[in-house]
């Protein structure tokens, strides 16, 4: 065979070893960081969703003598909320505290539609460069108690189950505030477990908003809506 042709042979082989480890996304030596930011995550607490029914009637219960009444009560003082009674040590009456739970799911692959191209091989050097929030709505008539941002197992609603990883925490807001989107302070944990989520790009999984509320007699029942967003913005290296 001419020295030739052997040459022009040799070139078109390595050319295609290129393309097919490229295909495989064993290389990728056209792109700097891939771009993994989520969409924005809206989150909203109603107190309308909780189903309060003459909670100051509640709150005034007196429970000294038979401290089980306000569990039982509880049921009725709020009808759609996720609320527990119990029986204050101190004023000898009744609080509500009600459980805040929300969450959006996120899917990678549908946020970033590019991901698709990279055949399912898991993503290396992914980094969380900020996660923050913003309030772009506040009715409220109380200041809110810190929220809690988690991250879970698609099936995991709730941030009391064991598998919701806290990620950082979003403080107290007073009533009527509105907020431009500020950084929620992440935890050393926290981060690596999101990374570890998003390193595996193909599974969905959750991010959960959570918060206990107490009402306790005296105070003012709570009332009105708070809108938040979440936004997360992360990167993962060349070579995956």
Same mark, same amino acid.
Request: hydrophobic content about 40%; proline content about 7%.
């Given at each position: 065979?001419?020295?030739?042709?052997? /040459?022009?042979?040799?070139?078109?082989?390595?050319?295609?070893?290129?393309?097919?480890?490229?295909?495989?996304?064993?290389?990728?030596?056209?792109?700097?960081?891939?771009?993994?930011?989520? !969409?924005?995550?809206?989150?909203?607490?109603?107190?309308?969703?909780?189903?309060?029914?003459? /909670?100051?009637? =509640?709150?005034?219960?007196?429970?000294? &003598?038979?401290?089980?009444?306000?569990?039982?009560?509880?049921? &009725? &003082?709020?009808? !759609?909320? *996720?609320?527990?009674?119990?029986?204050? /040590?101190?004023?000898?009456?009744? +609080?509500?505290?009600?459980?805040?739970?929300?969450? !959006?799911?996120?899917?990678?692959?549908?946020?970033?539609? !590019?991901? #698709?191209?990279?055949?399912? #091989?898991?993503?290396?050097?992914? %980094?969380? +460069?900020?996660?923050? =929030?913003?309030?772009?709505? *506040?009715?409220? *008539?109380?200041?809110?108690?810190?929220?809690?941002?988690?991250?879970?197992?698609?099936?995991?609603?709730?941030?009391?189950?064991?598998?919701?990883?806290?990620?950082?925490?979003? @403080?107290?807001?007073?009533?009527?505030?509105?907020?431009?989107?500020?950084?929620?302070?992440? %935890?050393?944990?926290?981060? /690596?477990?999101?990374?570890? =989520?998003?390193?595996?790009?193909?599974?969905?999984?959750?991010?959960?908003?959570?918060?206990?509320?107490?009402?306790?007699?005296?105070?003012?029942? @709570?009332?009105?809506?708070?809108?938040? #967003?979440?936004?997360?913005? &992360?990167?993962?290296?060349?070579?995956?």
């Amino acid at each position: 065979m001419p020295s030739s042709l052997r /040459a022009v042979l040799a070139t078109g082989l390595v050319a295609l070893a290129g393309s097919a480890l490229a295909g495989c996304g064993l290389i990728a030596d056209d792109i700097d960081d891939f771009d993994l930011s989520l !969409e924005e995550k809206t989150f909203t607490v109603d107190t309308a969703d909780w189903g309060l029914t003459d /909670a100051d009637a =509640y709150l005034s219960t007196d429970c000294s &003598a038979a401290p089980s009444v306000c569990a039982t009560a509880a049921q &009725a &003082a709020c009808t !759609e909320g *996720n609320c527990f009674g119990s029986c204050n /040590a101190t004023t000898q009456t009744c +609080d509500l505290r009600v459980i805040v739970s929300l969450w !959006e799911m996120v899917i990678l692959t549908e946020e970033q539609p !590019e991901l #698709q191209t990279i055949d399912d #091989q898991p993503l290396v050097g992914v %980094t969380i +460069d900020s996660i923050e =929030y913003a309030v772009s709505e *506040n009715s409220m *008539n109380i200041a809110t108690p810190p929220f809690t941002l988690y991250v879970a197992p698609s099936t995991i609603m709730s941030p009391g189950d064991p598998e919701a990883e806290p990620v950082g925490d979003i @403080p107290s807001v007073t009533p009527g505030t509105l907020l431009p989107f500020t950084d929620v302070e992440i %935890t050393a944990a926290g981060r /690596a477990s999101l990374v570890d =989520y998003m390193t595996s790009f193909t599974t969905p999984f959750n991010i959960i908003v959570g918060a206990d509320i107490t009402m306790t007699a005296g105070q003012p029942v @709570p009332s009105g809506r708070l809108t938040a #967003q979440v936004k997360v913005a &992360a990167h993962a290296d060349a070579g995956f």
